[in-house]
């Protein structure tokens, strides 16, 4: 089935602004879509601009008028989609104290229940927090986080209700179910507790939605009365508030994408004063645990040379550089990504040749094993649990053809339970699939990781369709994990492959160094070198890609749409970062001061602004034949604004030479995350893959 888009497209309207940097004027026909109220937007969509809300809504008619024809298949792959889904689910109850803690589904909902019962009781159950209830009538609802106080009376909860990631957190009595009048706006999701549960600390969102200030809020006063704990005057750092395994420290955490600074405070005088723990020192990143027995804090970090990071050793009373002591050594190759402390345990996530793996430490002798699997390609993650003094740690593993399994994992005997197999109501085989791990030689003759899955009876003869995913930024690993959305594409002839880039940290952190600032063009020509080598090895065919990424992986898309754009027959680019000069030179904008040590800092350089305007998608849009394209975005998206899809639609229907179909959906109602709910967003993801099988001639 053919996608027959209506006759004609929207046009934008162009009305040039200059603007200039190191000399060089650049144009831009369509930066009135931009609205200057983008704050209050965020806040009240009601208020955009009314030409540009015309402009948008004639975009999203126009894209449901050449979805048309594809309303049958949406609906029944959303009903595919559903149908693997178990409504009824239940997450693993966590033991804490008197209670074990989960979520749970009720069949047809929208949205989690949070519930507890008594510890190693089938029965009791109570309910924390409904959000269906909480969503009622809302467009857009989404649960930032559920955290129970220690003393099991209260739960703070916090909740975005526009998209727009400002989150209000109010206080719940568990013994009466009813919400406390505290309340508290504009804060970032999580929230951290005091030992006693008579305070807790959170994160303040400002006006730009930076979290910049931390504030200590006590059970049954006014926010207006709530104390400021920290502030941070570097823009280019975001903070936020936790608390290591043991209970006994709350940490602030201040970071910006290379650099990091940590300080405390016992949780049991949540008065005090933050206390340092290492002053910042570009380019040295450092993440502490708590080892309460001997008095002293173990701490994750890249500090002298330690390029995959190691773990050091420092005591609690001074804790400062000059007194850390390796205790795990910095092993090049063998990138330690996240580690929790137990009283008898020091446990950490590492990944090495590509693959996961959890290492095991006994604190009083230090002998350690390791828990791996045998999968060519597979995802493993730990969780850290609730409680300290256990000697039981909970453990994820899932591969592209294995559906996620849970395990209890004994940390003395090395026996694990398992405690949840993910179910697939309407019926899963994995012997019916492959998954593999190939490598594609990249431009400079480095080899390129590409994750895959695909029926067993598949002819690899190149004549299947591909969809092609990535994302390459900010040292993120995408997962080869178990996908029940897939399945539809992959049902239906697909090869459904992830390319493992330069940018995330797959081999370790110099695969991610080695794909930012100036070498960020190394993302994208490993993108293209993973899809010319799936088509040379009969994996799909050149011409038969659709590639698929969202966010920074949206800038790739659309990097790779203007390089090779004959590789790929379409291109899905959600909440794409397409107009990346224009918004990393526009310091007012929410994330932009943080991102000059992702991209580089092209007000300052004239190298990196040269450097980012020669892969910048929206400035390289040319006239030339291009795949057809789908972008969407989010009306109250803070992190890729609206306006980057829609600037990027308006230039390529202006540039590209050939009749390939250009389709934009802004959601109105949403931000980064798009729809709400987990059945909305499977209709998003099967409008996605509608796209992907029309284009590829598939549906």
Same mark, same amino acid.
């Given at each position: 089935m053919k996608l027959t888009p209506p006759a004609f497209a929207p046009r934008a309207e162009k009305r040039p602004q200059p603007d200039t940097h190191h000399g060089v004027t650049r144009v831009d026909d369509y930066a009135w879509l931009r609205d200057e109220n983008w704050r209050e937007v965020m806040r009240d969509p009601e208020v955009l601009d009314k030409d540009i809300r015309a402009y948008l809504e004639a975009e999203n008619a126009y894209t449901e008028a050449a979805l048309a024809p594809l309303a049958e298949l949406r609906e029944t792959l959303f009903g595919e989609m559903k149908g693997r889904i178990k409504e009824d689910d239940s997450s693993v109850p966590s033991s804490d104290g008197p209670f074990a803690y989960y979520t749970r589904f009720v069949e047809g909902a929208q949205h989690p229940l949070f519930c507890r019962r008594p510890r190693d009781a089938e029965e009791g159950e109570e309910i924390i927090l409904d959000a269906n209830r909480e969503a009622e009538g809302e467009a857009y609802f989404k649960i930032g986080d559920v955290d129970h106080s220690p003393t099991h009376r209260l739960a703070a909860w916090s909740a975005d209700r526009k998209g727009s990631e400002y989150f209000t957190v109010r206080l719940r009595d568990l013994e009466t179910g009813r919400d406390l009048p505290d309340e508290v706006p504009d804060t970032s999701p999580g929230i951290a507790w005091d030992a006693k549960g008579t305070s807790f600390f959170?994160?303040?969102?400002?006006?730009? +939605?930076?979290?910049?200030?931390?504030?200590?809020?006590?059970?049954?006063? &006014?926010?207006?009365?709530? @104390? #400021? *704990?920290?502030?941070?005057?570097?823009?280019?750092?975001?903070?936020?508030?936790?608390k290591v395994q043991s209970g006994k420290w709350l940490v602030i955490s201040s970071h910006d +994408?290379?650099?990091?600074?940590?300080?405390?405070?016992?949780?049991?005088? &949540?008065?005090?004063?933050? @206390? #340092? *723990?290492?002053?910042?020192e570009e380019g040295v990143e450092y993440d502490l645990e708590h080892d309460a027995p001997r008095r002293r804090f173990l701490i994750l970090?890249?500090?002298?040379?330690?390029?995959?990071?190691?773990?050091v050793e420092a005591p609690e009373d001074s804790p400062g550089r000059e007194n850390w002591r390796a205790i795990v050594p910095h092993r090049p190759g063998t990138l330690v990504l996240h580690h929790v402390a137990y009283r008898d345990f020091h446990?950490?996530?590492?990944?090495?040749?590509?693959?996961?793996?959890?290492?095991?430490?006994?604190i009083t002798d230090g002998t350690e094993h390791e828990i791996s699997f045998e999968e060519e390609a597979y995802d493993l993650n730990m969780g850290a649990g609730y409680e300290y003094e256990t000697p039981t740690m909970r453990f994820s593993y899932s591969s592209m053809t294995t559906p996620a399994e849970v395990y209890d994992y004994d940390l003395e005997t090395r026996e694990r339970v398992l405690r949840k197999r993910q179910e697939v109501p309407s019926g899963h085989d994995p012997a019916d699939y492959v998954t593999r791990r190939i490598f594609a030689t990249a431009a400079d003759g480095e080899q390129v990781p590409v994750s895959l899955v695909h029926r067993l009876d598949l002819k690899l003869d190149g004549s299947a369709p591909c969809l092609l995913y990535g994302y390459g930024s900010y040292g993120i690993s995408i997962p080869a994990s178990f996908s029940t959305t897939c399945l539809?594409?992959?049902?239906?002839?697909?090869?459904?492959?992830?390319?493992?880039?330069?940018?995330?940290?797959?081999?370790?952190?110099?695969?991610?160094?080695?794909?930012?600032?100036?070498?960020?063009?190394?993302?994208?020509?490993?993108?293209?070198?993973?899809?010319?080598?799936?088509?040379?090895?009969?994996?799909?065919?050149?011409?038969?890609?659709?590639?698929?990424?969202?966010?920074?992986?949206?800038?790739?898309?659309?990097?790779?749409?203007?390089?090779a754009p004959d590789l790929f027959k379409g291109i899905v680019a959600e909440v794409p970062f397409v107009d990346v000069l224009a918004t990393i030179l526009d310091a007012s904008l929410p994330l932009t001061p943080p991102e000059w040590n992702e991209w580089g800092n092209p007000i300052e350089s004239r190298e990196a602004y040269e450097y980012m305007a020669s892969y910048s998608p929206y400035d390289n849009v040319r006239a030339q034949s291009y795949p057809h394209i789908f972008a969407l975005g989010g009306l109250t998206d803070p992190r890729v604004t609206y306006w980057e899809p829609a600037k990027w639609v308006a230039k390529l229907r202006e540039c590209r030479t050939n009749d390939a179909i250009t389709l934009l959906h802004i959601n109105m109602d949403a931000g980064h995350g798009g729809a709400s709910g987990r059945f909305e967003r499977l209709k998003e993801v099967a409008r996605v893959y509608a796209f992907a099988l029309a284009v590829t001639e598939k549906a």
């Open positions: 959170y994160t303040q969102v400002d006006e730009e +939605h930076r979290p910049l200030k931390v504030f200590r809020h006590v059970v049954g006063t &006014p926010a207006s009365e709530d @104390k #400021l *704990v920290y502030e941070e005057k570097d823009e280019g750092f975001f903070v936020g508030v936790g +994408h290379q650099t990091s600074e940590c300080w405390l405070i016992p949780a049991d005088a &949540p008065e005090t004063p933050p @206390k #340092l *723990v290492a002053p910042r970090t890249n500090a002298d040379g330690a390029e995959d990071f190691k773990i446990v950490r996530l590492e990944r090495k040749e590509g693959l996961p793996r959890i290492t095991v430490r006994r539809s594409l992959v049902d239906r002839g697909f090869v459904y492959a992830i390319a493992h880039i330069r940018g995330g940290k797959e081999k370790g952190y110099r695969w991610y160094s080695d794909g930012k600032r100036l070498k960020k063009k190394n993302t994208f020509t490993d993108f293209i070198a993973a899809g010319e080598y799936l088509a040379k090895e009969g994996f799909t065919s050149r011409g038969n890609i659709v590639a698929h990424g969202g966010s920074a992986g949206g800038m790739l898309m659309g990097a790779v749409a203007n390089m």
